[in-house]
């Protein structure tokens, strides 16, 4: 299963972008959103359940990224506002049954292509 990630582009410090990842026909227990920058490892942004009960967010995006998912459209969003230089990054969705813990990589089978958010100043 290919997830399709997308909403990524250029946009100035400040502003927002809200991305999706979809999984055609299919519905995953836990979906999790990852960014890697230009030099960095990949690092874990936000996760959250199929029940949309449990979210986490890393320190760094908490109170700016909003995840959240429809089931009906099989579709998990990342609204992210108030977005700074630092956000730049190729972002990655992936999906799982929900083993392992959540901001592990090594608990994702199914990853998106990814999808390039550049913020300028």
């Known amino acids: 299963v290919q997830l399709q990630a997308s909403g990524g582009g250029l946009v100035q410090a400040g502003g927002s972008l809200r991305l999706s990842c979809t999984a055609p026909?299919?519905?995953?227990?836990?979906t999790t959103w990852f960014r890697q920058a230009p030099g960095k490892e990949r690092e874990f942004v936000a996760s959250?359940?199929?029940?949309?009960?449990?979210?986490a967010y890393a320190d760094s995006v908490k109170g700016r990224f909003t995840i959240s998912r429809d089931n009906g459209k099989n579709t998990v969003y990342l609204q992210m506002n108030s977005l700074k230089l630092e956000d730049t990054a190729v972002y990655y969705c992936?999906?799982?049954?929900?083993?392992?813990?959540?901001?592990?990589?090594?608990?994702?089978?199914?990853w998106g292509q990814g999808t390039l958010v550049t913020v300028s100043s």
């Open positions: 992936a999906a799982g049954a929900g083993g392992g813990t959540y901001y592990s990589e090594n608990s994702y089978h199914y």
């Open positions: 026909g299919r519905t995953f227990r836990r």
């Open positions: 959250i359940k199929w029940s949309g009960g449990f979210t």
